[in-house]
């Protein structure tokens, strides 16, 4: 009797065993459930596993919206006159168009745009566009269509051209966000005419002036490849957001390229579209900051080291100036605009020209006396001029 209750438990038991290493192997959450145990990496409550964002690994979501806004651009400095006559004439036109720009290819400048408008206005570079006698934009879809100037502004190297298409997308530019050194950025443009290429870095500096390329210079410095062609292209945050226009890379260094920020070309853009050039304020003087200065020269010696850490020192005043009219001189050191102290050249530079023409500048300056040698401290009120294009 008590060997038959065995065996007919030990049926019991084997069936329950071998229940028991099933479910090890085709179930094991269930026993972690039960246990409490948790498996692998897992902790806490159990969640929904969630894949990683695409743009964890790649950044071509980002910069799939603003592919579309950078454009390639052709200028044609001349054209012999026989081949304007034919392109003027519809019947010979479209037939020539090609033939032309590759039989005078030795004339046709490279670069690139980004598109600012719904109305197609294109913000490139001026140095891209300027002397052209014909502009061709072709877009990333294929599309491609002459352009116009709208307006330059020589004295940041930007422009502005203008074709007439429909179905256009503007650059998305961000809510107004500095950039700042260290921000990871790609550069979109046309190098060496291979056709729209993206390249990647960091902004390794804001503000950089006194490079000697333009007049009113604040670059943001990247290690952004930006190659011949790729100037007037766009250079874009990881947002996708446009920060600057790409203007120059230099040739003897590596990973040292320059960007106009955003926030001066929007300036510029917006001032072009609505009056067709940039107004800006004009006092007509040269000068160098006194702080820069090597005090060996012959120069800063007109100074002791003391007194010429700040300010500017006039080295030329140009005729019928503002400056002239005013009475100041060559050799003068401006300390004061309109009461506040002068203390860096690109501020100097931004706070006269941010100002309009017939507004009221008030300058404290200091001048030596030609019998003792002493400073002497005067003020006067110049009337601002309209800065020339040219100057």
Known sequence: MTLSLIKYLSRFALAGALIAITLMFAAPQWLSQKTGI???????????????????????????PILPSVVRIYSQTS????????????HYADLIDGQLFDAYAGSVGLGSG???????????NYHIIDK?????????????APARLVGADPATDLAVIQIDLEQLTPALVGSGADARVGDLVFAIGDP????????????????????GLNTIESFIQTDAAINQGNSGGALVNARGELVGINTAQFSSSHGLALAIPISIASTVLRSIVERGRVVRGWLGIDFEALARIDYQTQAAQEFSPTLAQQGILLTGIYANSPAHQAGLQPGDRITHFDG??????????????NLAPGTQLQITYERKNSVN????????????????NAQ
Not at 79 to 90: E, G, I, S, V, W
Not at 383 to 388: A, E, N, V, Y
């Open 38 to 64: 948790p498996l692998w990496s897992q902790s806490g409550a159990q969640t929904t596993p969630q894949m990683p964002p695409a743009n964890t690994f790649s950044y071509a979501q980002v910069l799939a």
């Open 79 to 90: 054209l012999p006159t026989q081949a304007l006559a034919l392109l003027q004439d519809p």
């Open 114 to 124: 980004v598109i600012a408008s719904h109305q197609g206005h294109i913000l490139t």
């Open 132 to 144: 052209a006698a014909r502009i061709l934009v072709k877009l990333s879809d294929g599309r491609s």
């Open 192 to 211: 060496h005419g291979l056709g729209q290429s993206v390249s990647m870095g960091i902004i390794s500096a804001t503000g950089r002036n006194r490079m």
């Open 340 to 353: 506040q102290l002068i203390d860096d050249w690109n501020d100097s530079l931004a706070y006269v020209t």
């Open 373 to 388: 040698n002493s400073l002497q401290s005067a003020q006067v009120t110049a009337t601002l001029g309209s800065r020339p």
